[in-house]
């Protein structure tokens, strides 16, 4: 299949190699992202996790794709050195 003609036909193994090619490329742009925080300024890292976070949050988007969000906030404030504070769920 090309970008030229999306009406092409292709195999089952076709449609896999491609996959597999956009999650390769995926990959890339989600370690090129998380690295983004080295680029940033505590003021505008702070922001960007937070504005992550909101998106996790975002009722308009499905449950997988809010765990995308807040994973990458994660990472991002790992990256940074921030620690989060999460609420202790076990109280023995």
């Not at 790992?78 to 076990?90: E, F, H, L, T």
Request: aromatic share 6%; net charge negative; hydrophobic share 35%.
């Amino acid at each position: 299949m090309t970008a030229d003609n999306p009406e092409e036909t292709m195999t089952f193994g076709e449609l896999l190699a491609f996959i597999s090619d956009q999650q390769r490329r995926l990959t890339v742009l989600e370690n090129a992202f998380s690295w983004l925080s080295f680029c940033l300024d505590d003021k505008s890292n702070h922001l960007l996790i937070h504005s992550l976070r909101l998106e996790a949050q975002n009722q308009n988007h499905d449950q997988a794709l809010q765990q995308h969000f807040n994973r990458l906030a994660d990472e991002l404030e790992k990256r940074s050195g921030a620690v989060r504070i999460q609420p202790d769920i076990n109280t023995d």
